[in-house]
């Protein structure tokens, strides 16, 4: 009988074993694929403080980890007066909105995504901050191209049906 227990208790130990180290590999995976994400990523609390960081983020703020973690999100990166607009509504839906950051000239796009118990009560919030900065200058560019474009085609436009120069000049 005290085999038999033996024998038991060294199955659920190899058990506990197995599953804390599916566990360890389990968060490893996940930490390196959240730290494999270009975009800055943040998780915050109710709080507003950063719970977790990806590596983008990190670098974006020009800080360790060990320096992030527990501080408002909004004394770290982006430097703000407060947090961003969605926060503040603790919204049930993800939600986004654009931020201009005069500091590093860049634009982002900050998409909210809220973590909930299983009650529904609103826990954490995930912040991706997509830098659009490149996307908003080709935009402005191809807005300011057309309107030369309209402008040159109104010229070709007059141009091809006046045949008196003066005329032309007037028009």
């Known amino acids: 009988?005290?085999?038999?227990?033996?024998s038991s208790s060294l199955l659920?130990?190899?058990?506990?074993?197995?599953?804390?180290?599916?566990?360890?590999?389990?968060?490893?995976?996940?930490?390196?694929?959240?730290?494999?994400?270009?975009d800055p990523i943040f998780i915050h609390d109710k709080e507003?403080?950063?719970?977790?960081?990806?590596k983008a983020y990190a670098e974006a703020a020009g800080l360790p980890f060990?320096?992030?973690?527990?501080?408002?999100?909004?004394?770290v990166f982006p430097k703000m007066d407060g947090p961003f607009k969605i926060c503040k509504k603790a919204l049930e839906l993800q939600e986004e909105e654009e931020f201009s950051y005069p500091v590093t000239n860049r634009i982002f796009k900050v998409r909210?995504?809220?973590?909930?118990?299983?009650?529904?009560?609103?826990l954490y919030s995930i912040?991706?901050?997509?830098?659009?900065?490149?996307?908003k200058r080709a935009e402005?560019?191809?807005?300011?191209e057309m309107e030369i474009t309209s402008h040159l085609l109104m010229i070709a436009e007059t141009t091809a049906h006046v045949t008196d120069i003066d005329k032309l000049m007037t028009q």
Request: glycine share 4%.
């Open 48 to 54: 507003f403080k950063v719970v977790r960081a990806n």
């Open 66 to 75: 060990t320096e992030i973690v527990g501080r408002y999100y909004y004394d």
């Open 140 to 144: 402005e560019n191809i807005k300011a």
């Open 1 to 6: 009988e005290y085999a038999d227990v033996r």
């Open 112 to 122: 909210f995504y809220p973590i909930k118990d299983v009650n529904g009560g609103y």
């Open 12 to 38: 659920m130990l190899e058990d506990l074993n197995r599953s804390t180290a599916d566990i360890a590999r389990a968060k490893k995976e996940w930490e390196a694929t959240f730290d494999a994400i270009s």
């Open 127 to 135: 912040h991706i901050l997509e830098d659009i900065t490149e996307a």
